[in-house]
């Protein structure tokens, strides 16, 4: 099983990215999918998360508007639109699949906003 993260980076305020998230070793279409992230001293929080089907969304109160979240169940991975970010936004991403019986997680991807 793996979750690997990608796409983060340096970024100016104001600026957006995409994250990838690509899974393997399981069947990905039948997982709901999270992204948290855990900026340094700050415990870990919900960013956004997406049903197995795709059709249910939800993200936190500081990303409404700002982040979509999608998937790709043909390609197995999970993606996170950020806008307009902020240096608060600045932390490790990570992408979590889950289902009843199992859980998993990514190692993480480094967004740093900042001028």
């Known amino acids: 099983v793996q979750l690997v993260e990608s796409g983060g980076e340096l970024v100016q305020p104001g600026g957006s990215l995409r994250l990838s998230c690509a899974a393997s070793?399981?069947?990905?279409?039948?997982?709901?999918m999270r992204w948290y992230r855990q900026a340094p001293g700050k415990e870990r929080e919900l960013v956004a998360f997406?049903?197995?089907?795709?059709?249910?969304?939800y993200y936190a109160n500081f990303m409404k508007g700002r982040c979509t979240i999608s998937r790709d169940n043909a390609k197995s991975t999970v993606y996170l639109q950020m806008n307009s970010l902020k240096p608060e936004d600045t932390a490790v991403y990570s992408c979590?699949?889950?289902?009843?019986?199992?859980?998993?997680w990514g190692q993480g991807t480094q967004v740093t906003v900042s001028s």
């Open positions: 070793g399981f069947t990905f279409s039948n997982f709901d």
């Open positions: 997406i049903s197995s089907s795709g059709y249910t969304t």
């Open positions: 979590n699949a889950r289902t009843t019986f199992d859980d998993y």
